[in-house]
Every structure is written in C-alpha cells, then in structure tokens.
C-alpha cells in the first residue's frame, strides 16, 4: 500500500511541475491580443488555461493527499526496535583465576642475588 502511495505521489509531484511550467505567465495574455495565433490552438483562446489550471489543482490536491498518507503512514508504523532494543545473548562471565603472590619487596630480593 505504501509503495503505491510513494508511486501516486511522484507521478503527481512530476506532472504539478510540468503544468506548471506550461502554463502562460499573466503577460501571454497580451501577446494572445495581438494576434499570437493562440485562438487557433486545441483548446482556443482561453481554453487551454482553464484546462491547464484545473488539472494543475487537482493534481496538486493529490499531490497534498498523498503527502498526509505517507506522513501518516510514517507516524503510525510499527517496528521491531533499533539495535539497542535487540537482545543480545550474554553469556555467563568465566571466573578470574587468581594471580602470582608477589613478595612484598616487590620480587627484587631475588633480582638482586648473583648466583655463584
């Protein structure tokens, strides 16, 4: 279900884009004034821009609705934990055999002796 919501979400968010940037700025309208052969196109005179700016608003409200489904989605996964709520089998700790008693001196009576 996610990955269809990721797909819906960047096809919306590509094709919001590219109307936009084929829609005519608010100074084309002039040009059209003047004879820029825009009445002779697929939609005629106006046509195109309330084609192109209803398309642009519902896809920019599925875009909006598929941004607060992912971020739901998001909200309200459940997982298994990160690595530090993962139990780790410990192993009972062997015991510690005891050290060499050292002489007090610190063993240097018997450095210092010279055998014969």
């Known amino acids: 279900m996610e990955t269809a ?7 919306s968010a590509i094709t919001v884009i590219v109307l ?12 059209a004034a003047f004879g820029s052969g825009s009445s002779g196109s ?6 195109s821009a ?3 700016s209803r398309t642009t608003g519902v896809l920019a409200a599925v875009f909006f609705m598929t941004s607060l ?9 459940i997982e298994d934990g990160g690595v ?15 050290a060499p008693e050292v002489p007090a ?8 002796e010279i055998p014969e």
């Open 5 to 11: 919501i990721w797909i819906l979400h960047l096809l």
């Open 20 to 31: 936009v940037l084929l829609q005519h700025g608010k100074g084309a309208d002039m040009g």
């Open 42 to 47: 697929l939609f005629g005179a106006s046509g």
């Open 50 to 52: 309330n084609f192109l």
């Open 69 to 77: 489904g992912l971020t739901y989605l998001s909200s309200h996964k």
């Open 84 to 98: 530090m709520d993962k139990a780790v089998p410990v192993e009972p700790a062997k015991p510690v055999e005891a």
């Open 105 to 112: 001196d610190g063993g240097a009576s018997k450095a210092t």
